[in-house]
């Protein structure tokens, strides 16, 4: 079935940026939404974006202006970069497989810690 | 924009009770679109329905969805030991959007 990894640094310096890739095995990368989303300690669940197959994006608008999500077919990833960090983007990371009618998410990472640190 | 609140913040239940778990939307939204997740201390989220009354792959028919307007409920009618966890809503309209979520503890 399929299954997702998140992958990338665990600390990320104030001000730089946030880099992360999830590579998806076991299935195709279409006709899916491929989704981030970010949960902060002890908080809810944080919609960051998402990119269709085709490679066209949409984002949450709080953090539209510094996020940018991109999609390489070839091998089966997509990534999110994130830039200008601040403490408050300190957040476990997930990636999700999305579907495009229902906004369903049923196939998640298993979440990667980022923490903005000097 | 759409809000979602999701009441009780927590939810104190023996295992065998039923368990009803609220999901208001600030403004008219369609079941068709609204989404239960369950997440346990340090997994992913795992979808339980969609689409109205769908459940996903695998999980059992003890957790049902219903509602309409701005008021929906996920029920679980008999709760097991595993179904203790945080229950979140989501509502999509094109950009996905969730409740803060439902703590379900032991009593």
């Known amino acids: 079935q399929v299954q997702l990894q998140e992958s990338g640094p665990g600390l990320v310096k104030p001000s730089e940026t946030l880099s992360l890739t999830c590579t998806v095995s076991g299935g195709s990368i279409s006709p899916y939404y491929w989704t981030w989303i970010r949960q902060s300690p002890g908080k809810g669940l944080e919609w960051i974006g998402y990119i269709y197959y085709s490679g066209s994006t949409k984002y949450n608008p709080s953090l539209e202006s510094r996020a940018t999500i991109s999609l390489d077919t070839s091998k089966n990833q997509f990534s999110l970069r994130l830039r200008s960090v601040t403490a408050a983007d300190t957040a476990v990371y997930y990636c999700?497989?999305?579907?495009?009618?229902?906004?369903?998410?049923?196939?998640w990472g298993q979440g990667t810690t980022v923490t903005v640190s000097s | 924009e759409i809000v979602l609140t999701q009441s009780p913040g927590t939810l104190s239940l023996s295992p065998g009770e039923r368990a009803t778990l609220s999901c208001r939307a600030s403004?008219?939204?369609?079941?068709?679109?609204l989404v239960w997740y369950q997440q346990k201390p340090g997994q992913a989220p795992r979808l339980l329905t969609y689409g109205a009354s769908s459940r996903a792959t695998g999980i059992p028919d003890r957790f049902s969805a219903s509602g309409s307007g701005t008021d929906f409920t996920l029920t679980i009618s008999r709760l097991e030991p595993e179904d203790f966890a945080v229950y979140f809503c989501q509502h999509y309209d094109g950009s996905p959007l969730f409740g803060q979520g439902t703590k379900v503890e032991i009593k």
């Open positions: 403004q008219s939204v369609s079941i068709d679109f």
């Open positions: 999700a497989r999305q579907f495009r009618y229902f906004g369903q998410m049923d196939v």
